[in-house]
Structures are given as C-alpha cells and as structure tokens.
C-alpha cells in the first residue's frame, strides 16, 4: 500500500503565505508525477498544480504568479507555496501521487486532505 501525508494547512490572512508538503511512503517503485487539486464548499474538486519527475509543472489559472510546486523526488515529497493569497483560495487541498508500485501497477493515491481558510 502507498500513503500520503499532507501537512501545512492552516489560517492565514489575505496576501500571506503558506507551504503546503505531502510525503509519499510504502510499496513504491516509481512516482511519474505528483500534484495538488483543491475543493470549496459547494463545489467540484479542482486540479491546482501538477509536477512530473522530470520537473514539467502546469498550474490552474487562477494561481499562476502566485503558488509554486516544486518536488524532492529522493523524499517522494511535494510542495506547494501559496502566497498572495486570497480569499477564494479556501478549500481542501489533497495531494495526489501517480505511483509505479513495487507490484508494477500504475495508480492514483490521495492524501487525506488538508484545510486552508484564507479569511480576514
């Protein structure tokens, strides 16, 4: 089985900062990519930002020029720094890794989420 951290969720206030981090650990031969999708009350989840092993990122509009994610690929672990935050930013972000397991099977694995309130 493969489990995943996450950690860093938290208060913050609007234009401040948090770092997000999501560890991967257990039958794990290879991650091919790792990302962050978000979810707000009332509303389907979304994909935030995404990063293969060789290091091409993509991010959602909507938090382009202010979030960057970024991977310890020795550590199974990625990142998310959030700045400028917004208000809109709230939801629950859940990492997901695509994982190579020892067993050769390719799949999904998320994170039990972590809540991120952006409020004055």
């Known amino acids: 089985q493969v489990q995943l951290v996450e950690s860093g969720g938290g208060l913050v206030q609007p234009g401040g900062s948090l770092r997000l981090s999501c560890a991967a650990s257990?039958?794990?031969?290879?991650?091919?990519?790792m990302g962050w999708y978000r979810q707000a009350p009332g509303k389907q989840r979304e994909l935030v930002a995404t990063?293969?092993?060789?290091?091409?990122?993509d991010y959602v509009d909507s938090v382009k020029g202010r979030f960057t994610i970024a991977r310890d690929n020795a550590k199974n672990t990625v990142f998310l720094q959030m700045n400028s935050l917004k208000p809109e930013d709230t939801a629950v972000y859940y990492c997901?890794?695509?994982?190579?397991?020892?067993?050769?099977?390719?799949?999904?694995?998320w994170g039990q989420g972590t809540q991120v309130t952006v409020s004055s």
């Open positions: 997901n890794a695509k994982v190579l397991t020892t067993s050769f099977y390719r799949r999904d694995y």
């Open positions: 257990g039958s794990i031969f290879s991650i091919n990519a």
């Open positions: 990063i293969t092993s060789g290091g091409s990122t």
